[in-house]
């Protein structure tokens, strides 16, 4: 498995086998519903995993709205997937997964919003540009 870690605002994308992160501005955790915005990554083979995670106090609940797009030795690729999340006990929760050719490019966009507060987090996975 290979996973590595790049903090980017939001709106800023990335390249690679990236983390996206992009946090409140607050260090106040009550002054922002959710915490954290990421999408992580993880190698397996020739299969790459992509997924969204939502970072904030337990309890904390909202929406989310996963997607990825883009193109590999396959075909295209356009998923979405949406829906409730409450953040457990660990302060983290998946809000989407995909699994796809590590050949691919593909654009990883996850936006979540919770108590009238959105937040959008964008990676770009592959190894081209």
């Known amino acids: ?3 590595a870690v790049n903090m980017v ?3 800023v994308l990335a390249t690679g086998f990236t983390l996206a992160f992009w946090s409140a501005s607050s260090s106040v ?3 922002t519903p959710v915490e954290i915005c ?3 990554t993880q190698s397996h083979g020739n299969s790459i995993t992509m997924s969204g995670l939502v970072s904030g106090s337990p309890g904390q609940s909202g929406s989310y709205r996963f997607r990825v797009t883009g193109s590999n ?3 295209h ?3 979405s997937q949406g829906g409730a999340f409450t953040i457990g006990g660990s302060g983290v929760q998946r809000a989407g997964s995909a699994m796809l050719s590590r050949t691919g490019i593909y654009d990883v966009r996850l936006e ?3 108590g ?3 937040r959008t987090c964008s990676l770009r996975v592959g190894d081209r540009i």
């Open 116 to 118: 009238g507060i959105s």
């Open 73 to 75: 030795t396959a075909g």
């Open 112 to 114: 979540i919003e919770s």
């Open 1 to 3: 498995m290979n996973t």
């Open 29 to 31: 955790a009550n002054d």
């Open 77 to 79: 690729a356009n998923i």
């Open 9 to 11: 605002a939001a709106g």
């Open 38 to 40: 990421k999408i992580q």
